[in-house]
């Protein structure tokens, strides 16, 4: 049997799939918006025809009803949502099914990458927003920030001001502290909004349950601000008195959650 499993996110969608409920491949296809319809063929080529999919869409109805009109009639689609609890994992949300499905999911994902589930875990997604989330010990989500991501900063400044230009982001450095050139200025502001923002949240899970969360990132953008996160990061640990705080990058963690829940919900 075979069962898609698919990451509908605002800018890509990600498919990979699950045959008797193992992942017998590392297939992953990675489409834009705009060539769903490539999803129709891609299922042609599998080696079984999908008999079911589950997923998560958070860019909205058309691109939910893209994705259903590309997969084979016989594959029924569930679209699943944040929940007070799925598995494992409590859900603090005033609303639960007001999160992001992707944040949920990926959240359950961290399970299979956790080294210490004794220690709290933040999971940082650098996708078209940026979100930083964070669980307890205990497996409760503790609440997260959203923010615009690399690329919608970029270009917010530049639709929104006469002067500022839509700056070439394809470095990997430590962008200067004190930046001499408009160029240099935007890209050190960015960096600096998004690494800061992150650090902030370590220092709170810290304060809030007494133990160093472990970091977990993700996402199409996340690298280059992982210098500057590094940097920051080794001195808040001085500071701190740690020897150093984990950073661990991961590269679907809302697909490895979806396979988490279909492999949970196959042996229930
Ligand atoms: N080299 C790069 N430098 C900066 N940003 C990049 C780079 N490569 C991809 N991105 C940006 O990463 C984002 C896409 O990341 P990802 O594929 O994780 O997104 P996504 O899954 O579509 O995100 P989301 O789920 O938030 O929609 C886009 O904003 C894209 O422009
Ligand atoms: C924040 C994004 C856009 C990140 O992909 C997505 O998870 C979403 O649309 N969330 C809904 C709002 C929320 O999570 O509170």
Not at 92 to 119: I, T, V
Not at 148 to 176: C, F, Q, W, Y
């Amino acid at each position: 049997m075979l069962m898609l499993l698919i990451d509908s996110g605002n800018t890509r969608v990600k498919v990979t799939y699950l045959i008797n409920q193992f992942r017998q491949t590392e297939d992953l296809l990675v489409l834009e918006h705009d060539h769903i319809d490539k999803l129709h063929d891609w299922c042609n080529t599998l080696p079984e025809v999908p008999v079911r999919a589950i997923g998560v869409n958070v860019a909205g109805e058309v691109i939910a009803h893209k994705i259903q009109q590309a997969l084979p009639a016989s594959c029924p689609l569930q679209w699943l949502a944040a929940q007070a609890q799925t598995l494992h994992l409590k859900n603090s949300y005033q609303h639960p099914e007001q999160l992001g499905a992707d944040r949920w999911m990926g959240l359950l994902g961290l399970s299979e990458h956790r080294q210490h589930p004794e220690l709290p875990a933040m999971l940082v997604s650098f996708g078209t927003a940026t979100t930083v989330d964070s669980i307890d010990a205990d497996n409760l989500f503790m609440g997260g920030l959203i923010f615009p991501g690399v690329m919608l900063m970029r270009a917010s400044l530049h639709k929104g001001t006469a002067n500022l230009p839509a700056i070439d982001l394809r470095k990997s450095e430590v962008p200067p502290a004190f930046p001499h050139n408009t160029e240099q200025a935007i890209l050190s502001g960015i960096i600096a909004a998004q690494a800061g923002a992150i650090v902030r949240q370590w220092k709170a899970v810290l304060d809030k349950t007494a133990q160093p969360p472990t970091i977990f990132v993700t996402g199409g953008a996340r690298h280059g601000v992982l210098p500057e996160l590094h940097r920051l990061l080794n001195d808040i640990a001085q500071v701190k008195g740690f020897d150093t705080i984990t950073l661990q990058e991961i590269e679907s963690p809302v697909l490895d959650g979806l396979r988490i829940y279909a492999r949970a919900e196959w042996n229930h």
